[in-house]
Each structure stands twice: as structure tokens, then as C-alpha cells.
DNA sequence: AAACATCCCAACCGCGGTGCG
DNA sequence: CCGCACCGCGGTTGGGATGTT
């Protein structure tokens, strides 16, 4: 047997609300809040719409100071930090952004910032694609612009499909020790308090705000742990009771999502970075962090990094750690 | 200018967590 | 302990806006 639908679907309305609509629901929450029970709410003040409709009204547009569009940089950043550490906890990551709402935090990613990493991919598809064709025109090898002639074995040309390959994860190496994993909500909660979580309950929320709005988390925070833990030979793997996805903290406690795809495989980009033990591969797809105008250069087990305009290298680093790090292991 | 493609985001859906009787 | 009802979250969708051909 299925849940109980939530309301009377045949007898409310869908869709885009009327800013009548709008001004009956606000009017009514700001003079006498939402009284704890949405699904009661909208039979109050004659709207024919579903209580968790009017909620996520709410909550993501008519609520006071709640900003629309227009993500700063460093907004940027922090989305894309704390993605990396804790993965698709839109949630937390909004409550790290003052008058963001999750899912204005969740369309921004995967409409924009996402595209940003995947950009990366993409010119380097475009770019075999572009070769391919030119390689297809050329009649003889002379006639094969240099400009697509990769020096080393690789043979772009011989490169197909022209889709761009996704790979497999392979499974996230435990060392020789067994998880220990976190499962009780308590612990999870103190460690996304140490991550940069807040909480509306929490009796320390303004330090916590303090201490993680001003100057993003990972590297501070790490810290913390680092200097707290007395046992940091475990890995503690938290299986949060959300979803599916989990965090891997590794020895020295920097962060490692394990989040597993609904089939099973990572973000692509990411993956590439955690696994690779390229130093090359593990500064493409970070652009987005530091910008188009950054090149890496990549001679032998260095990498150089070369820029026009500042930047946030305490970031870069703490996100270099993490790889560096994973891939000592 | 029209047709088509792509982007973007508000809103919906379904599920797991939680509180309460 | 169990089941119901509600809350809150993350994933997905629909359609208007914008860009491209």
C-alpha cells in the first residue's frame, strides 16, 4: 500500500502561483506564521493549493531576504567546496549562503557551475572532434595540420566515439582498515557542524556562523579536527541517513565524498580528480575554482600555475591537499 | 523573420525521517 | 512497538526566455 497523498490532488491547483496567491499566503505567514502545519495551511486562508506547494512558496520565494540570481565568486566558491567535501547536501550548502535557498543553490549548480567543470571536457571533445574531421579531410599525412598532431604516442584521431567517455569508478581503496562508520545522527551532526554546517537549534550557532561564514571551512575546519582527533590512523566514514551518500574523512581528516551516482559511478570530473595521479589531471577541472584565465603546466611531477589576477590560493590549496593526499595512499 | 535548440528556474514528485497517538 | 501524518530534502520536469541557425 502507497502513502497518502498529502492533500485532495483533484481539487488543487498547479502551476505557477498568481500574485494574488502570493500576497494571501504571505500576508497570512507574516502575521501569524505557518502555525507548524503546512497541510492545514491552504484550507485556512481558501487557497487551492497543496500545504507542501505553499511551503516550498515559501521558502524559496516569499520569505524574507532571500536573494535571487546574480552568485557571487565567492559564492561560487564556497558551492563548489563544499560540493567537493560533502557532495549534493543542498541543504547545508545553503545554509552556509545567507538569503540562498537550496534549491536556488541546486538549479545554479547544475544549470551553470557545473557546466563550468564539464567544460573543460567538453573543449577537449570538441577539440578531438575538430581533429577528427580534419584528420577525415586530409588525403595524406602531410596535409594533417599541426595543430591537431599531439606529440607522445596518442593518435587523437584514433579516439572514437565522438561521446565523450565517462569513467567507472573504480572502488575508493579503505587501506588496510575497516570503515568505521557513523551512522547516529548525533555524530553526523557534529561532524557537518565541523564541515560548516549550521543548525537552527544549535545553541553556538553564532560562533559556528562566525567561524565558518567569514572565511570558508575546509582548511580551518580540517584543522579543528585534525588537532581534536586522537586516532588519526581510522578512516570514519559517515552514512548519513539522508541518502545514499556518504563521506570518507581520511587520515588527516581531509575530505573525501564517496557519493555514489544513481549508477553507481561519480561525478566525472571529480573522480578524475581524486584518482588521478597526473598532477596535470588533477588541475583540469578546477579552472572553475581560479578562473579561465589560469594555464597549468605541467613538466615532469610539477605543476605550474600561471595567472593574470589574484587569487584564492588558501582554497586551491586545501582542495590540492585533498588530492594529493587521496593519491598518496 | 521564423524555426529550432538550448538554457534556466519555479514547481512538482516521491521518498526517508520524525513526532505523536 | 506500530502506523499514520507531516516535514524536509534531493531529483526531475515543464515551459517560458533566450540564443542560434
Redesign the pocket.
Known sequence: ????P??D?AN??????APEE?ATLKAYIEEHG????????PQKIGLK?????C???W???LRPNIK??GFSEEEDRIICSLYVSI????????AQLPGR????I???W???LK?KILGKQRKDLIYRRKGDLLMKKARSPSEIPSSIVVSGNENISSQDPYLPELPVMPPMPYLNQEPCFVSD?TSVRKLLIKLGGRFSSDDNVNQVQSNMVSHFPIDNNLNDLQASSQNDQNFIACS????S?SMLLNSHYNILPI?E??NGTFPSAFEEMYYSTNPQKQLDGLEFLYGDMCEVNTSGSSSVVTCGDSIDWGEMSSLSNVMNSTNHQ
Open positions: 500500500m502507497g502513502r497518502a498529502c492533500c490532488k488543487v491547483k498547479k502551476g505557477p502561483w502570493d505557518t502555525g507548524g502545519n503546512w497541510i492545514a495551511l493549493r497543496c500545504g507542501k506547494s511551503r516550498l512558496r521558502l524559496n520565494y535571487h540570481g557532495g549534493s547536501r543542498w541543504s547545508i550548502i545553503a535557498t537550496d534549491n536556488d541546486k538549479n545554479y547544475n544549470t551553470r557546466k545522527h548519513t541517513p539522508v541518502s551518500s557519493q551516482g544513481q
